[in-house]
DNA sequence: TATTGTTATACTCTATAACTATA
DNA sequence: TATAGTTATAGAGTATAACAATA
């Protein structure tokens, strides 16, 4: 086990990390907050996906996830089709109005961050991903272990009793 | 400068982070949110001091730092002395009880970290946490830059022409 | 007239719980 | 009865603007 400070120095750290996504938000278009952005950018990369999916990539519960797609929705940015396995469902994908918006918030944010970021050797910012990731894991793993968690992760409020 | 894909990159490990904070978070004593621990943190490692100054290192508005701190102050954690230099201005500082809250905090906070890190070595968590202190400051300095400040940084609301 | 700090209002993001419609 | 998704409500965090007291 590492030393008391490093901890409280990561403490520190993660939470003055806030500061730069505040800066980096700034740059997103009108209209298109963090989160719409993310949204888009995991369904161009993953592909279409039904909610509970979503809201387990975003790990955010599936209400959160709900109001962040009815509000790209009702932007145009994606369409929410319905599901032929199952009729509850529905299958979320990102249309081409959305990627259109996602090609200039990602424009704009890739710019911000080359812009502060011009002096940084490819590797550092490499090591800084690298680490994040692994810090995200060691996380979800633990947190997995001490909950036992049934299989289905923790994307929505547990049913009552 | 960097490739596009490493900034994306960055962009989403950034947004990927608050799961680990949202987690962290949870680990805090009743009536504690991570902004009044913070608050403590910054009086208890930098001593007495201005509601501006505390603005500064939070890096917030200061009407933000005042709800903090009259969060904080009304459950006793800390003082708001009057400023013998200026009597608009006032002093915090953390108190007894707030000393022994930020303990409890701390102790909580690294316990919460060690455990999801136990498997880290100390030389990775040591290299996070520059490499976070270094984002961070490549940001504050490109933003002064661009936005030539005068001397004073960003903590209020500028005043109305 | 400018500055320090406070308060009022609004917006984003989140969680919990209750609801619907299917399965 | 259980599950997929929605909506209502509440809480934490932030920014902008207007305000009071003092410099």
């Avoid at 979503?54 to 790209?72: F, G, I, K, N």
């Avoid at 959305?98 to 090609?103: P, R, S, V």
């Avoid at 812009?115 to 090591?127: A, G, M, Q, V, Y």
Wanted: aromatic residues 4%; neutral net charge.
């Amino acid at each position: 086990m590492a030393e008391h400070s490093l901890y409280a120095e990561l403490a520190r750290q993660m939470s003055a990390i806030g500061i730069v996504k505040r800066d980096l938000a700034r740059t997103l278009p009108q209209d298109c907050p963090p989160t719409s952005a993310i949204v888009l950018m995991l369904l161009d990369r993953y592909g279409e996906m039904r909610m509970s999916k979503l809201a387990e990539l975003l790990a955010v519960d599936m209400s959160v996830t709900s109001r962040h797609v009815a509000h790209a929705e009702a932007r145009g940015w994606i369409d929410r089709l319905p599901d032929p396995q199952d009729r509850r469902s529905r299958l979320l994908r990102i249309n081409a109005l959305g990627e259109e918006l996602l090609a200039q918030a990602s424009a704009r944010y890739t710019e911000a961050l080359a812009t502060c970021l011009s002096d940084w050797p490819d590797e550092d910012i490499h090591r800084l991903n690298e680490l994040l990731a692994r810090l995200r894991v060691s996380f979800c793993d633990s947190r997995s272990r001490s909950c036992h968690l049934p299989a289905q992760s923790k994307t929505r409020t547990p049913a009552h009793e």
